[in-house]
């Protein structure tokens, strides 16, 4: 005789946790998101990361809750606002001294990178617009920066400096302010950041720090610092009346274009996931 479906009790720990659960990753997941837009690029860590913050700070505050406030059960608004209260302000906690951390790095020093020399994570560059040849403003000069900054995004980060020659002599950004409405720095960083906009996309273009430094004699340059993305960077370009998306990455001291199979081949290899690339919220191959 089959037994009813009464002689099998419910369980209202399991039913708890199990709709506790979802509902505990979805409030992290928002307030990772809500602290990733506060805080923009000074927060390096990933969601992933910021997630899992919020999923102990939600952990912690029912802890609190059952241990301190007598008569508290799962459901009740009292638990439910310090659980939330207390994910909130480990994440903020968090966040705010990444960011602050992050926010009082210095850049490494112009005139020790320049001394150093080139390499396949520094690279130096005359100027960012203006051709020296040519004595014009030319387009192809601004491409060459955007293929720079995106090689760098790509493989595993690296300084591009703007003001530079090959042999690591600062010659300054004089002929670049030259080519803008307002010849400073602040306008120069703004037009920067519009042109690898437009040929990489916003969230690229967010990534690389910028910064201005003093190397010989007083000479500005432009110091372009990149982090290795989490994600693949294209560059875009006009070709043919149409436009073009290229993989670019850093081969030895230089950058090259990824053909298609060689592209599909990296990418697959450098973003390859892994449980410790998720809970870092960083790139596995970076």
């Given at each position: 005789m089959p037994l009813a479906a009464s002689s099998f009790p419910a369980s209202p720990s399991l039913v708890d946790f199990a709709v506790a659960l979802p509902v505990v990753l979805l409030v992290a997941y928002g307030i990772a998101m809500l602290l990733r837009r506060l805080f923009g690029e000074r927060l390096s860590l990933g969601t992933a990361t910021m997630t899992l913050i919020g999923v102990l700070g939600v952990s912690a505050g029912a802890l609190i809750s059952g241990l301190f406030i007598p008569g508290q059960r799962l459901w009740m608004p009292s638990t439910l606002l310090l659980a939330t209260g207390a994910s909130l302000g480990l994440s903020f906690l968090v966040a705010g001294a990444v960011a602050a951390v992050r926010g009082t790095s210095t850049?490494?020093?112009?005139?020790?990178?320049?001394?150093?020399?080139?390499?396949?994570?520094?690279?130096?560059?005359?100027?960012?617009?203006?051709?020296?040849?040519?004595?014009?403003?030319?387009?192809?000069?601004?491409?060459?920066?955007?293929?720079?900054?995106?090689?760098?995004?790509?493989?595993?980060?690296?300084?591009?400096?703007?003001?530079?020659?090959?042999?690591?002599?600062?010659?300054?950004?004089?002929?670049?302010?030259?080519?803008?409405?307002?010849?400073?720095?602040?306008r120069f960083e703004l037009w920067l950041r519009d042109m690898l906009s437009t040929s990489l996309g916003r969230n690229a273009a967010a990534l690389p720090r910028i910064r201005f430094g003093t190397a010989g004699d007083g000479v500005v340059v432009c110091l372009v610092q990149c982090r290795p993305s989490g994600k693949p960077v294209f560059v875009t370009q006009p070709k043919d009346g149409g436009s073009t998306r290229e993989l670019w990455v850093r081969v030895g001291n230089s950058s090259r274009a990824l053909g298609v199979d060689e592209a599909v081949d990296y990418v697959a290899r450098h973003w390859r996931p892994s449980v410790a690339s998720f809970v870092l919220g960083r790139p596995s191959g970076a």
């Open positions: 850049m490494p020093d112009a005139a020790a990178v320049l001394a150093a020399g080139e390499s396949e994570r520094r690279e130096f560059k005359e100027t960012a617009r203006w051709n020296v040849r040519e004595s014009r403003k030319d387009p192809r000069m601004e491409l060459a920066v955007a293929k720079t900054v995106a090689a760098f995004l790509n493989s595993r980060g690296g300084l591009l400096v703007i003001g530079a020659n090959d042999a690591g002599e600062a010659v300054g950004l004089e002929r670049d302010l030259q080519t803008l409405r307002t010849p400073d720095h602040d």
